[in-house]
């Protein structure tokens, strides 16, 4: 089995997710060091296309997340409907079908708050578009952790209230555009 | 069951070990196997319930105070379901694999993790829809005692009867959802002639042993809270649980795929989490 990963991004969006994260990760370079794990809202009882819509967009590799699988860099994994995506702190996913959150399942803040505790400062969170208050809490917890934190521009969000609600919990997160954070994650990881 | 690969470096972490320990030795629940990432989240919870600053304080409670455990119990084990739920998972019983059961004059069927009965009714529902009813002995093995005892009474809120209803409904069901309850004060109690061939135990799949010989074996998102170690052992035991050719299903994320005992399944129903018992294993 291969060492787990240095560091990892989580993403989070909600109304508006498909342009936004359209933005970014078709941009995320073939070798990009770090596994991406992303939870969007999606009703429970669909299956996601979201996967397959990315996996013919992007250079790395994208799937959604399977329970104990270990995560690899360069490879972005959605979290399933209908289940909570989580990190171990031995840098596998796991799922859980726990109670929704912001009555979210999957939810940005569990991702967070588990991928925070897995990475500590090696993770890098950012939460979209989007019209809940979910990934408020799991953004402190990344930055409470020491990682870095993004949240795109509230202005420039199809749904403003996900990244205005991310950055009064975590004022100390950089708001940025789609572009800006699509550049910064390139630079990620250093030369691994 | 071991989390070695916790890395000791937090202090967080090592009382969170010592806590796990401690319910282990004193309580004999062992969820030192489970997956680390919700224990830990569902007991950050749990501490912040019970006014603890630290996971320390909160084994000094669990330990001293004869009440806090059985409340900390409930926040240990995730008690989420639905009667149907995943209606194509009963659709697939329904369709597929009912036909091979019919082939033996008795039937044991053992839902693992029943938590508070839901998917023992659907499948008692469906087995009298089926005309297999008569012949099955159903085991609901969980190890929350308090769900157990919700499970023995069948009462569910009433809100999440029309939930029930629909589910019902695309499983395929062949009878109206409301043959088998009656609705009283904001509550529906389930016909309890469906559970006159249940029994309801207490029984842990860390630490207990196999108890009869099954034809199905029902467990569902009950394995997704588990490290590979615990999720191996969970699995050998519905293995030697099943006759040959007896079934196993899943939760709708689960597989065997990373599983020590894959090569002793074959996929019955892949996309319904079905799995059959080889015949040669």
């Known amino acids: ?192 | 069951m071991t989390d070695d690969h916790i890395p000791p470096t937090k202090v967080d972490d090592v009382e969170l070990r010592l806590l796990l320990d401690a319910i282990a030795q004193v309580y004999h629940y062992d969820f030192r196997g489970y997956s680390m990432a919700s224990v830990k989240r569902r007991l950050s919870h749990a501490k912040e319930r019970f006014a603890c600053r630290s996971y320390s304080q909160l084994q000094d409670r669990v330990l001293h105070e004869p009440d806090v455990f059985p409340a900390l119990l409930a926040f240990l084990t995730v008690q989420v379901s639905e009667l149907f739920r995943d209606p194509a998972y009963f659709r697939a019983i329904r369709e597929k694999v009912v036909p091979h059961l019919r082939t033996y004059p008795s039937l044991k069927v053992w839902v693992a993790g029943c938590s508070a009965g839901e998917e023992v009714y659907s499948l008692a529902i469906l087995f009298r829809e089926e005309g297999l009813e008569d012949r099955t002995l159903f085991y609901g093995t969980d190890i929350n005692t308090e769900a157990l005892r919700k499970a023995e009474a069948g009462v569910y809120e009433l809100e999440r009867i029309p939930l029930f209803t629909e589910n019902h409904r695309r499983a395929g069901g062949k009878s109206s959802l409301s043959d088998y309850y009656t609705a009283a004060y904001g509550a529906a109690r389930f016909d309890p002639s469906l559970r006159k061939r249940t029994v309801f135990s207490d029984h842990s799949l860390v630490s207990d042993q196999v108890f009869g010989e099954m034809q199905l074996v029902s467990c569902r998102n009950v394995l997704i809270y588990f490290d590979r170690n615990l999720q191996d052992r969970a699995v050998g035991l519905f293995k030697d649980a099943l006759v040959r050719k007896g079934f196993l299903g899943l939760g709708s994320k689960e597989s065997l795929r990373f599983n020590k005992h894959s090569e002793d399944f074959s996929e019955f129903a892949r996309d319904e989490k079905l799995y059959q018992k080889r015949g040669d294993s």
Request: proline share 9%; charged share 15%.
């Open chain 1, 1 to 192: 089995m291969t060492a787990p990963p240095a560091g990892a991004v989580v993403i989070g969006a909600s109304a508006g997710a498909f342009d936004a994260l359209s933005a970014i990760l078709p941009r995320l370079p073939h070798k990009f060091p770090w596994p991406v794990l992303v939870v969007v809202h999606i009703p429970p009882d669909k299956k996601s296309l979201m996967a397959e819509l990315f996996a013919a967009r992007c250079q790395v590799a994208v799937k959604e997340a399977e329970d104990k699988e270990p995560l690899c860099g360069g490879t972005v994994y959605f979290a399933p409907p209908d289940y909570h995506l989580l990190v171990e702190p031995d840098g596998r996913a796991s799922l859980s079908s726990e109670e929704p959150v912001h009555f979210s399942r999957p939810s940005i803040d569990v991702l967070f708050e588990s991928a925070a505790d897995a990475f500590g400062p090696a993770l890098v969170g950012v939460v979209l578009t989007g019209a809940n208050a979910d990934g408020a809490h799991g953004l402190r917890a990344v930055h409470d952790g020491g990682g870095t934190t993004f949240v795109q521009r509230p202005d420039t969000a199809q749904a403003t209230m996900m990244p205005q609600e991310a950055l009064a919990a975590c004022p100390a997160a950089r708001a940025m555009t789609l572009q800006e954070i699509a550049a910064y994650l390139n630079t990620v990881g250093g030369d691994a």
